[in-house]
């Protein structure tokens, strides 16, 4: 499945509770042109308090509290397979997420954010780089710049990972996006995502956090925000209460690509 080009094998555990690494598979089927090949592994099991559970294992092997487009796949395949209604709830590592379908049209709410923290500086190799920082389910760390579609991937990948293993995110590190203001409540961003290691072509988590910090701090616009990433756009919507942020949605498309059987 995709969610504007953010791709997951979803594997439905529900009845056949399989107990298994699921960890090491990741590592090994989420690899491209020697495997299936995605940005991570998505497991449905039963839930305890929700309509089910959601694990999710990055392309490394290593397990996430929430992804974003994930969790709108999972919407999407629930909804599809009949065990969950149009409007559902799903248990994560971050927390209980709701989500809407509306046939390829899936809405999550993610959990509430930590607050925003006002903007400081990294030292990276020597140069110094303005940022922001905010838990949107999963650490995020925002650098604006211009031109944000022309830096070359392979700047987004020396810088990317530069701050995501940066000591001053230890131990869990943290995701990296490149944010530019395109106009009143419209921004554009890039993403280089922990646990996958690379640029991806969308980022729901990452969405939500750049249009949060730009609407607070850039003056950007008030939400719902669009947010362009390369695999398409997504629209963040979300209201303040004093310094607290709260009902943020993420909306956009989800793809099913196709389903087949994965050898041991």
């Known amino acids: 499945m995709s969610g504007h080009g ?18 090491e598979h990741a590592s090994v089927w989420c690899k491209r042109r020697t495997s299936v090949g995605a940005d991570g592994l998505l497991i449905i099991e039963p839930g305890a308090a929700g309509d089910f ?40 590592m971050a927390g209980m997420v709701g ?13 509430d954010p930590s607050s925003p923290e006002d903007e400081n500086v990294l030292d990276v190799k020597g140069i110094r ?21 022309q830096i070359p991937a392979d700047e987004i990948m020396e810088t990317g990972r530069a701050v995501r293993f940066h000591p001053a995110f230890e131990p869990a590190g943290t995701n990296v996006d490149f944010v530019e203001i ?16 690379e640029e991806t072509l969308a980022c729901g988590t990452g969405a939500a956090a750049s249009a949060i910090i730009s609407s607070r701090f850039k003056n950007a616009g008030d939400p719902p925000i669009q947010v362009e990433m390369p695999g ?7 209201k303040v209460n004093g310094d607290s942020l709260e009902e943020v949605w993420l909306k956009g498309a989800v793809d099913f690509i196709y389903e087949g059987t994965i050898t041991p």
């Open 6 to 23: 953010n791709d997951f094998i979803v594997i439905d555990n529900r009845s056949e509770g399989i107990s298994t690494n699921w960890s």
């Open 53 to 92: 559970r959601l694990r999710i294992f990055q392309s490394d092997g290593s397990e996430a509290e929430m992804c974003g487009n994930g969790a709108r796949c999972a919407a999407a395949f629930a909804a599809r397979n009949g065990f969950a209604k149009p409007r559902m709830v799903m248990e994560t």
């Open 99 to 111: 989500a809407v379908v509306d046939d390829t049209i899936v809405a999550i709410q993610l959990t």
């Open 129 to 149: 780089i303005p940022f922001y920082f905010i838990n949107s389910g999963v650490p995020h760390t925002i650098l604006f710049r211009d031109s944000v579609a």
């Open 182 to 197: 395109l106009s009143s409540s419209h921004i554009r961003v890039r993403t280089y995502e922990r646990g996958v290691e």
């Open 232 to 238: 398409g756009t997504l629209i963040i919507d979300f």
